[in-house]
């Protein structure tokens, strides 16, 4: 059990972290999330390389939107932009920024924004499944993605302002 932990937590904090901005939450998240996986185990059927990273993963994730659900701040309306663009924006660009800044940047989004934009970047779920699992509307989730998208774009410009 020591080795596992040792092995995942990094990995799993930086999962958690995603959702979760306090970093206190975050260790409680992550207290809870081991106490199943260790209590669960045995139900965890190895599917190759990967699925219990996978298994993991979800149990952490799960957890974390058990927690937002409970602050019932996962979905928030901002009028600043637009519900959904005509076409795809173009792509912030991020490439060049240290992974902390753009882990900071996307931990300082409105739960709601960081929420969707995390399950359908990081997880790979479609509006429709995050829809599904935050019990809103599809579009609500496509508008929120989008919304977090513009966000990032407007930290991004002013972090290459600042450090030119």
């Known amino acids: 059990m020591r080795d596992f932990y040792s092995s995942t937590v990094s990995y799993l904090t930086g999962v958690c972290s995603r959702y979760i901005p306090d970093n206190d939450v975050v260790k409680d998240i992550l207290q809870e999330a081991y106490i199943k996986i260790f209590k669960s185990i045995d139900k965890f059927q190895y599917r190759g390389a990967g699925s219990l990273k996978a298994w993991v993963t979800r149990i952490v994730v799960n957890d974390c939107l058990k927690s937002l659900k409970k602050k019932k701040n996962v979905q928030l309306i901002d009028n600043k932009y637009p519900d959904i663009?005509?076409?795809?924006?173009?792509?912030?660009?991020?490439?060049d920024l240290p992974m902390n800044v753009i882990l900071d940047m996307i931990r300082s989004l409105p739960d709601g924004y960081r929420t969707v934009f995390n399950l359908f970047v990081f997880e790979n779920?479609?509006?429709?499944?995050?829809?599904?699992l935050l019990g809103i509307k599809e579009n609500s989730s496509a508008s929120q993605y989008f919304r977090a998208r513009m966000m990032l774009v407007e930290k991004i410009e002013k972090y290459r302002k600042e450090h030119r």
């Open 85 to 95: 663009p005509d076409e795809e924006d173009t792509d912030p660009g991020m490439g």
């Open 125 to 132: 779920k479609s509006h429709k499944e995050i829809a599904s």
